[in-house]
């Protein structure tokens, strides 16, 4: 079973750019692993924010953009909001194996 | 609107099954994958497995394999998720969500609300 990899906590300041990252324990995540990120606020379901790769559900911010950076898959918030607080989880599909595994989460915090 | 809407908490003794629903509507049922994913307290998420409503094929994660079974009824836009041989780990909310999987783009964009599973002697 593949493991997918996310810091575990990440800590901004309102208003500053961060990054978030996903990796693969198989090697180079890849457009082919169709990366996918989520939001997940305490007590609410998780909320879909970009899929295969860089592409934004209607309702995502514009401040959320995906993308791969040095072998994995990255979420940058740009201009972060208190809203922002929340845990992120990316997903990634294997599909020597066709599945999906998620990334353990990342708790990101803005103070 | 899309609308993933499941049946309620469940509580169940260990070894018992349980049957998780999730009604679609809004959509072309048969046209997206339904995925099962879950999430015990205070933990992160973990796919279970995905369910194609147009075949009926079904793609489990190994962990569940032999244990686990998707199934869909077409005719109400309802997919069921069937977790046999219940132990306490299993004690999890239990959430499915749409997929739309092409060759070349997937998105999983809606969810359901969750269904709390309790595991409890």
């Known amino acids: 079973q593949a493991v997918v990899t996310q810091e575990p906590s990440l800590t901004v300041s309102p208003g500053g750019t961060v990054t978030l990252t996903c990796a693969s324990s198989?090697?180079?995540?890849?457009?082919?692993?169709?990366p996918h990120w989520f939001q997940q606020k305490p007590g609410q379901a998780p909320r879909a924010l970009i899929y295969?790769?860089?592409n934004k559900q209607s309702w995502t911010p514009a401040r959320f953009s995906g993308s791969l950076l040095g072998g994995k898959a990255a979420l940058t918030l740009s201009g972060v909001q208190p809203e922002d607080e929340a845990e992120y989880y990316c997903l990634l599909y294997y599909v020597d194996l066709q599945s999906w595994v998620f990334g353990g989460g990342t708790k990101l915090t803005v103070l | 609107q899309v609308q993933l809407v499941q049946s309620g908490a469940e509580v169940k003794k260990p070894g018992a099954s349980v049957k998780v629903s999730c009604k679609a509507s809004g959509y072309t049922f048969s046209d997206y994958y339904i995925h099962w994913v879950r999430q015990a307290p205070g933990q992160g998420l973990e796919w279970m497995g995905c369910?194609?409503?147009?075949?009926?094929?079904?793609y489990y994660a190994q962990k569940f394999q032999g244990r686990v079974t998707m199934t869909r009824d077409t005719s109400i836009s309802t997919a069921y998720m069937d977790l046999s041989r219940l132990i306490s780990d299993d004690t999890a909310v239990y959430y499915c969500?749409?997929?739309?999987?092409?060759?070349?783009?997937?998105?999983?964009?809606?969810w359901g609300q969750g269904t709390l599973v309790t595991v409890s002697s």
């Open positions: 198989t090697g180079a995540v890849t457009s082919g692993y169709f």
């Open positions: 295969s790769t860089s």
């Open positions: 369910v194609y409503p147009n075949s009926g094929a079904t």
């Open positions: 969500a749409r997929e739309m999987g092409a060759a070349n783009l997937k998105n999983h964009d809606y």
